[in-house]
């Protein structure tokens, strides 16, 4: 039961990390369709509704992102005790180590994007919209934060991801035998 609580947790934070490689906004990043194909708002014309989930979602991330060092501290003690059940963890280990780095460099731009979430301008404090310029304008500068973090990071959370999907093809669970 333990270890299949303790696997429910890695998924959750893997998954959790893997969002972080899709946290781009549709009217922030650059897009190769034009404005009038589906899914493209037009510019300039972003509703109120489309903003506050927009800025729900970048609240959700940003909190995901904040929580890299415990990720970071469970992953250690998976791989510790995959070791010492005499797995060979140093893909894995490589991953982490690489993917620890680069939250360490990516922590500074992570910071700075505090000041956007405290100021909200733009949004009240439940979310909602009280100024859509000024809203908009929130939600482009989070984007551009959330993006530079994206950058720091480097890819490290999907070869993280890789690493430990290898290590579960090359070491499958046990089947468990069912009970007479």
Known sequence: MKILFTRAILIALVAALASLGVASLPFVSVSAAGAKEPGNPPQGEVSNEKLEKVWAHQ?????????????????????????????????????????????????????????????????????????????????????EKLKEIKDAMGGTGK??????????????????TPAP
């Open 59 to 143: 609240l959700r991330v940003y909190e995901k992102m904040g929580k890299s060092e415990e990720f970071v501290a469970k992953m250690q003690q998976l791989i510790d005790r995959a070791k010492e059940n005499g797995k060979d963890v140093s893909a894995v280990q490589a991953a982490l180590d690489a993917f620890e780095d680069a939250a360490k460099d990516a922590k500074p731009v992570y910071e700075s994007a505090q000041g956007i979430i405290n100021s909200h301008e733009g949004f009240d404090a439940n979310g909602k919209v009280t100024d859509p310029e000024k809203a908009k304008e929130t939600v482009r500068a989070m984007g």
């Open 159 to 176: 070869a993280l991801r890789d690493a430990i999907q290898a290590f579960r093809e090359a070491n499958p669970r046990p089947e468990k």
